[in-house]
């Protein structure tokens, strides 16, 4: 391939980088991963709420990795709170993997700058070998796809298996039992699975400028170098 297409395949490769690390920073910090109603349980089954009564019930939730808001309705009116994970709810919630998911987006941003940096550098410079030259940009976009595919699948576990919703809806509360009636991933979540196909984008687009798949060509040194052996 000339070097001027690589050149704007490197830059292409580049814009879509830098579009994914500044979407994951702008998405890892609002509130807007997952929404959702509550549904207060103890004041529907005191009147024994069902149908269109139960909207007098039904709460707001919604949240993200760091923070988020809630309303709570039992028949009374609608109680308004702000709450933040750090620190007030990591005794309520699975601590370890909230801290686990925090830290994948953390890779995201940080390698989907740094392969950013690589893609011009590889557009314009002289790369060097190894990691710094062509053939790493496959290593540092590959840890990006994992790690944001990693992010979904954490939280969606998070969300599902540990009932976070329900964690959050009954923080601090002593007479009202609250449960999830109704739940749905927000757009910070999908803004993940964008950054997640943008990077595999850029994968095809390293393969399409010419550049090798790693370890390719040690395979067929080897492969001849057998063949060789045989022969003598």
């Not at 893609?119 to 030259?133: H, I, S």
């Amino acid at each position: 391939m000339p070097s001027r297409q690589k050149q704007l395949l490197f830059s292409l490769c580049g814009l879509l980088g830098f579009s994914c690390a500044l979407t994951a920073a702008v998405a890892a910090g609002l509130p807007f991963w997952l929404r959702g109603t509550v549904l207060c349980r103890t004041g529907a089954d005191l009147v024994n709420a069902t149908g269109p009564e139960l909207d007098k019930f039904l709460g707001q939730l919604s949240y993200g990795l760091f923070h988020g808001q809630r309303v709570k309705q039992c028949g009374l009116g609608g109680r308004q709170s702000r709450f933040s994970f750090f620190p007030n709810l990591l005794s309520a919630v699975p601590a370890g993997l909230h801290v686990t998911i925090v830290f994948f987006c953390g890779v995201v941003i940080l390698f989907s700058s740094v392969a950013t940096g690589f893609f011009f550098f590889n557009a314009f410079g002289r790369p060097y070998e190894t990691l710094q030259g062509p053939m790493g940009l496959y290593l540092w976009t590959f840890i990006c796809c994992v790690s944001s595919c990693l992010v979904m699948i954490l939280f969606a576990s998070e969300v599902k298996l540990h009932h976070l919703s329900d964690r959050i809806a009954n923080f601090n509360e002593v007479n009202f039992l609250f449960q999830t009636y109704s739940e749905s991933y927000d757009r910070c979540f999908w803004l993940f699975f964008l950054v997640f196909l943008l990077h595999a984008i850029n994968l095809l687009l390293i393969r399409l400028a010419g550049v090798q798949l790693p370890f390719q060509d040690s395979k067929e040194a080897d492969l001849s170098g057998g063949a060789a052996d045989l022969m003598y």
